[in-house]
Every structure is written in C-alpha cells, then in structure tokens.
C-alpha cells in the first residue's frame, strides 16, 4: 500500500466530519451567519501568512528544482489567487476584505500555525508536507463534493468559492491538482523512511486534519481567547 494511501484510510473519519460540519454544511445550503463568515476570513488570512512561511522552509529542504518550483507557485497562487474565497465570503456577509486582515490568531489558528512551524524547524521535506498537505487536501474533497451535490447552483451565494476549490490546482494554468501532487511527493519521499519514522510524519498529517475541523468550529462558534490580554 502506498503511504499516501494509509494516510488518505486513516484520516477519513475525520474527513467525513469535516463534510459534515455545519459550518460547510451552511456553505452547502447557502445560509451562514455574517459573523462566522468574518472570523472565518481573519483567521484564514493569518493562518495562509503562516502558509506561505512555511512554504519557504519546504523550499529550503528540498532538493531539486522542480519541487522547489512547486512550491514557490503556491507562494503566488496563495497571494494572488486564494484572495478570490476570502472576497466571496467577505462580499455575503458585507465586510470590507481589508478590514480583517489585522486580527490577532484566535487559538486554534495559534496552534495549527505553530504545529506547521513545527514540522518546519525540527522536521525534514515529508514532515512539512505531511503538515501542510491536509488544507489542500480537505478542501479540494468538500469543493468536488459540494459540486458532485449540484450545491455550485445559481442561486447559492457561496458558488464561486466552490468551485475555486473544486478546481484546486498547481497553479491558475494548470489543471494538475495541488493535493495529488503533494501526495506524491509524499510517497517518493517515504522511500526513504523506516516505519516506526513514518508513524511521527502520520501522526502530523492526523493532527493537521483534526485541526481543519477545528478550524472550522472555531469559525463557526468564534471561539477565542477567554482571558484577553487587551
């Protein structure tokens, strides 16, 4: 069985979870509250600034120019393309993009970023892929999905962040997909690993697909910190 595999198996429960969660089960119907829908884009923002770190330390473990390439488009598809998801929730809940892209990391978003500079700092190519391949992963899942569901209708305001990322891809040109990708580079790095080293590099992979769905509930509750410092 190819490691991308077990992984895929092994994270399932919480995937169907994840589709199941009322916060995409409302992007699904159409109907989500204004203000999940704004906590949703400030934690996104500051979690994709984490993203693109740590795609420059995936950069700087590889090893050959093509992967170096990989993930330097996704660099720019993060700044230059991911914008579009962000501007459809911000256009149906009647907020200005540019008003929250200042909020302080709520704690769900604190630890998943900390848990990918994690995999950067003390983690070789597969732990960092292995911590950063579930968000494009589960999102790619829900957005085929919801449009497998005809849910991509007309008449559903949340269509066009749909289908952005049930087309998830390399880059804008491409119509290869960003997961497929990084799953095999995941097998052809796990080559080089005993089992009992990819069991840590699982265990990541785990931990980032449980932080998906609390990302989600943390959006869908505004969950923050309880004691504020402010």
């Not at 929250?100 to 604190?110: D, F, G, R, V």
């Not at 848990?115 to 950067?120: C, D, F, Q």
């Not at 009992?196 to 910190?225: D, G, K, M, P, T």
Request: charged content about 15%; some cysteine; aromatic content about 14%.
């Amino acid at each position: 069985m190819l490691f991308s595999t077990q992984l895929k198996t092994n994270a399932q429960p919480i995937l169907n979870a994840i589709s199941q969660h009322p916060f995409v089960t409302g992007i699904a119907a159409g109907q989500l509250p204004a203000a999940a829908l704004t906590f949703y884009v400030e934690q996104d923002f500051n979690y994709l600034n984490a993203f693109i770190k740590v795609y420059a330390g995936a950069i700087q473990k590889s090893t050959d120019r093509a992967t170096m390439a990989l993930f330097a488009n996704q660099i720019d598809f993060i700044l230059n393309s991911e914008i579009h998801p962000h501007h459809n929730f911000c256009n149906v809940a009647g907020v200005e993009y540019e008003h929250l892209q200042h909020a302080e990391q709520a704690p769900m978003t604190y630890l998943y970023n900390e848990h990918m500079y994690n995999a950067m700092r003390t983690g070789d190519l597969i732990d960092i892929v292995a911590a950063m391949l579930p968000c494009p992963w589960t999102y790619h899942v829900i957005g085929q999905q919801l449009v497998a569901a005809g849910c991509n209708r007309p008449d559903n305001p949340f269509t066009p962040w749909i289908n952005f990322y049930a087309n998830l891809s390399t880059t804008e040109q491409s119509s290869t997909n960003l997961d497929d990708h990084l799953f095999a580079l995941i097998d052809e790095q796990a080559e080089l690993y005993q089992n009992n080293r990819l069991n840590i590099v699982e265990q990541r992979f785990l931990r980032s697909c449980e932080l998906e769905w609390q990302f989600w509930e943390q959006a869908y509750r505004q969950s923050n910190w309880r004691f504020n410092s402010h």
